[in-house]
């Protein structure tokens, strides 16, 4: 399987992205885009930035693109994340696959990107008029049943 992997500060190219994804051998090439959106839980939201250890976020998603290898016949994988200050609109996500058959292709995605969210290290704040907030920490979160003096 070919693929590439990139955390960066730099606006992604979707269509560099997309125009690589693309395979003679398959019959599916699934592109997500992740954007910024206007609002989070009926928040308004201005802005939103992106945050990471780089390093550790490539080997964490180096090894989720090794998991998509071993579970689905997947010729192409790609997924790059921004990080930095976004605006409403922004891409902050992208992710191409290119399997043999379409539903390879879409479940390599959906678990890609659930995967992502779940463990790789970066983190979002979010910029709301009244002020701004670190959401969505879910690879970084301590469970407080571990740190339970039970559990201890």
């Known amino acids: 399987m070919?693929?590439?992997?990139?955390?960066?500060d730099q606006k992604?190219?979707?269509?560099?992205?997309?125009?690589?994804?693309?395979?003679?051998?398959?019959?599916?090439?699934?592109?997500?885009?992740g954007k910024v959106r206007n609002?989070?839980?009926?928040?308004?939201?201005l802005s939103l930035e992106y945050t990471a250890y780089v390093e550790m976020a490539v080997g964490e998603l180096k090894e989720i693109v090794r998991e998509v290898e071993r579970r689905w016949d997947v010729r192409k994988c790609?997924?790059?994340?921004?990080?930095?200050?976004?605006q409403v609109g922004d891409v902050a996500v992208a992710i191409v696959i290119s399997s043999v058959h379409r539903r390879e292709a879409f479940e390599a995605c959906q678990y890609l990107i659930d995967?992502?969210?779940?463990?790789?290290?970066?983190?979002?704040?979010e910029e709301y008029e009244d002020g701004k907030e670190w959401v969505h920490a879910e690879c970084c979160r301590v469970s407080t049943q571990s740190r339970s003096p039970q559990n201890a």
């Open 115 to 125: 995967t992502l969210k779940e463990r790789v290290p970066i983190w979002k704040r």
């Open 39 to 45: 609002e989070q839980e009926g928040r308004l939201v």
């Open 2 to 8: 070919e693929s590439r992997i990139q955390v960066t």
């Open 78 to 86: 790609a997924v790059v994340h921004r990080i930095g200050t976004l």
């Open 12 to 33: 992604i190219d979707v269509h560099a992205l997309e125009e690589w994804g693309g395979d003679p051998s398959c019959g599916a090439t699934l592109f997500f885009v």
